[in-house]
């Protein structure tokens, strides 16, 4: 019986956080319904196994499930939330918002070409309205932690696009915290070349090398 209840309470939660994506329009389950189907499902084996009988352990089963659903889904649609109103917030403006549907962190990633003049680590004044949006979400989901990265492409000296990747990706830190971001969730690193997401061989793929990403990690628990 166990191994009915347990399965079944975990697809039913997940059944009922099976939503729409509103940017390609095809079903699917949220992660707040992954995460809630996932404490549904340890709830209920903590429960069942607390019955002193057959009717007790189903009762307990359900009970343990509610609950767990509950704190498991509570992360998950912290993150979803944050997500919509990052893409919402940074529509047209060229930051491009990706999800890890594995950890369900965020990474914004910023060309370098609106960010900073060229070779420069000094913020574009016409970029601060993007970065005061981004620091107005991260303000109210204050839970998460945020890792800056800094990349270039591999035109130059090693040590020059290093140094240029940190600066930058302390700037981008700097104007967060300026703007009411706690520095304690924030880490920044340069990666110079390192981590090239488009062949350097071309010029479209070193202007995409060229950028600062900002990855927002999801909170042990909310």
């Known amino acids: 019986m166990r191994s009915l209840i347990i399965p079944a309470l975990a697809g039913a939660v997940a059944l009922a956080g099976c939503t729409t994506n509103p940017y390609t329009g095809e079903r699917q389950v949220s992660k707040a319904a992954i995460g809630a189907g996932i404490g549904a499902a340890a709830g209920a084996a903590i429960g069942y196994s607390t019955g002193d009988n057959k009717k007790e352990r189903r009762e307990s089963a359900w009970k343990g499930a509610a609950i767990g659903g ?12 944050q997500e919509k109103k990052l893409r919402d ?7 491009g918002v990706q999800k890890d549907k594995e950890t369900g962190a965020i990474t ?7 960010t900073f ?9 016409d970029f601060y309205p993007v970065l005061d949006a981004v620091a107005d979400v991260l303000k109210e989901y204050n839970k998460t932690s945020i890792s800056i990265s800094g990349h270039t492409d591999n035109v130059g000296r090693d040590d020059y696009n290093m140094q240029l990747s940190q600066s930058r990706a302390n700037s981008v830190a700097q104007y967060l915290i300026s703007r009411g971001v706690a520095g304690a969730r924030i880490g920044a690193t340069g990666y110079g070349k390192s981590m090239p997401v488009s062949d350097n061989s071309t010029e479209d793929g070193r202007s995409s090398n060229r950028r600062v990403e900002i990855r927002i990690n999801p909170p042990a628990s909310v």
Do not use: E, F, H, K
């Open 89 to 95: 917030r940074l529509a047209g403006v060229g930051v």
């Open 70 to 81: 509950v704190t498991g889904g509570g992360v998950g649609a912290y993150m979803d939330y």
């Open 108 to 114: 914004l990633i910023m060309p370098g070409n609106i």
């Open 117 to 125: 003049p060229t070779n420069q680590s000094s913020i574009r004044s």
